[in-house]
């Protein structure tokens, strides 16, 4: 894996007709979400709970294998007058550590809110407390993925 910035690098080096995951990295929590083939839609998969980096990197590279992953597009907590953080620092030591492990181009995407629209979404379709509980990260996951395949879409159309 190698670690591309900015994001308009990290579309050049994405293989063709491979799906992209997204990920939502907390402390005790990783929230997935895939990309169909065509990079046009965001799906929330699932939540990994957070246990060593060396079992989380394991889970997240099953899903990577079994669903033909291209490319990792990783959420940037970033504070919100985008300054880097603890957190940012804890998201790019994990992105560096996965290059260890999988030729994969991992991206970074701002996140900023996307839990906040994660959880509106959630609130909109009537989904119990405890089901949000549930499904936030991934859901949260998929937000920070859409984005990023909507700006994809956007450098390549740029680019015709």
């Not at 992209?20 to 939540?47: C, F, H, W, Y």
């Not at 990783?74 to 492990?101: H, I, K, V, Y």
């Not at 970074?108 to 629209?117: G, I, N, P, Q, Y």
Request: aromatic share 4%.
């Amino acid at each position: 894996m190698a670690v591309f910035e900015p994001f308009e690098a990290f579309v050049q080096a994405l293989p063709q007709g491979r799906a992209l995951a997204g990920l939502d990295l907390g402390e005790k929590t990783i929230g997935v979400a895939v990309s169909d083939r065509l990079l046009s839609v965001a799906t929330p998969l699932q939540t990994i709970r957070r246990r060593k980096f060396g079992l989380d990197a394991a889970a997240l590279l099953e899903i990577v294998a079994a669903r033909e992953i291209g490319g990792l597009v990783l959420g940037l907590p970033r504070n919100m007058d985008g300054s880097e953080g603890p957190r940012c620092q804890s998201t790019r030591a994990f992105a560096r550590n996965l290059t260890g492990l999988s030729e994969l181009p991992i991206g970074f995407w701002d996140e900023r809110l996307s839990t906040v629209a994660a959880e509106r979404a959630l609130l909109e379709a009537d989904t119990s407390r405890r089901k949000r509980a549930q499904v936030i990260d991934h859901v949260a996951a998929g937000v920070i993925l859409q984005g990023a395949l909507d700006r994809l879409g956007v450098i390549r159309r740029q680019q015709v």
